[in-house]
């Protein structure tokens, strides 16, 4: 008998794959380890492993040995990997052999203490998931309708802007292939007590070492929400998202202030070690906005266009200008003084100015707003 | 030029990889004395068309851990009980490394200037 194995996440590596999850035809998870290798190729054998098991085996509540010692199905299956595919034979083996069984005390993690079933619903999703909670003054495990469906637009638009800066940050390489829906939009899928908590889940471009492309942006999220033990910390943490992302940040603060919210940010993904947890309240929005209100210049995201002007009014005080790496057209607002002498058509300029981007309600698209800030010309 | 010990897809090493400024990494060696087999990837010693989908520049890389307790923690499979693990001070004429995996992880892609002495 023969199964048809697809790698799905390398979950020890030392020069090549020691131990992995690989997937069925029909999503079964097996759990393959390395046994030898010899001239020609290493040779692996599994054994098919439920989510619920497979979770406490990634929590680091049940060790390698017992898993192997004790599987949930004594059936093993053994390959050799000499090309892409995994074609894995059924043995006739009784037991894993105690020649190849690791030794005693070999954990995946340290344990991971957390009391909600999100590693499990990672292993179902083999995705990032997400729990985001929203309670208010009544905390009786329920919100106003209005206030959920603020949030969580917020908290979107929040994470895409945070995953683009995470992208820069790590110089991600073809950054712009990166940046499409899958890597930052989130789908709900289930709902539990403990506040009103959603359960989000991702499906954005995963590697094989479980990394997964939303984790730039959860990261980021993180990142702000820490506890640092002083305002300059806490602004050096924000510099780093400067811009679109601070801003929808700013909106969240403002709406747990203005309805008294906690919100609680929890996020897993196959990678990750630990389970991260964080709480916005009041006490601590208000901190985090007071401070952004200081700093005018974190929410503002500045860009620069090059390009000719196709359209500059002096009267209305509106321009267009056509950028010269992707002949795209950008329009915004000006004073009648900033405008006042642009030739158009025939000159280039680089055009410095602040982009805003205005949420709407959940399913209206936002719209972006260029301002005028200063004009340099090129050439003529 | 960087001379690689290995030779590397294109676009290899990973243009966020870094160069090493006398940091301490470990590795599981065979026996007490060292040979250069016992920092080569398994591309270099096997020669194998495709190995699963790992990245073909990740495969031409030295697998070494920032983490002592997380190279030890290897010596738990059979496979690798009886190596010992050494630590390695690699620098800048060493090559480049790039934190591949779990946090400690990192694949090093070694230059022909890497000096076994310098363990």
Redesign the interface.
Known sequence: MQKKLNISQILVYYDMPELFIATDEVDTNYICLLLEVDENSPSYLSTAISANRLSKFIKGQIELRQVLIEPEINDWYSFNIDNENIIAERTDIQNFPEIFLPEQGFYLNNEILDNSNIVQEVVQKDNAVVHLAISDDKDDFSIDTDDLGDIVKLYSVMLENSFKKGLIEHKVKEKKALIVPMNYKLRAFAASRASFNIHLYSKSQKDLFGNCMVEYGLEKIEQILTEYASDEELINSLKSLKGHAVSSFKKILKKILDENLKLKHKWFAPNQKEVHFKVLDTFKAQKIYDILNLSEELTEEVKELTGVFVQADVERGTWRIKTNDDDKEFSGEATSEELRGITLDTVTYKLVCQEIIEEFKVTEKEKVKYIFKSVIKLDE | MTEWFEELPEQCP???AFSPSGQTFYR?VNGQTLTSDDFT??QEE?S????????KCI?RA??IFLDKADCE?????????HKNVYALTLLEKDGVVKQ????S?HSWWRTTNFELEVI
């Open positions: 990973p243009k966020d599981l990837s398994q096997f194998w068309k495709e190995f699963l989908k790992v990245d495969i030295v697998s923690k290897m010596l738990k499979f059979q496979r690798h009980k591949t995996f779990k946090p992880h």
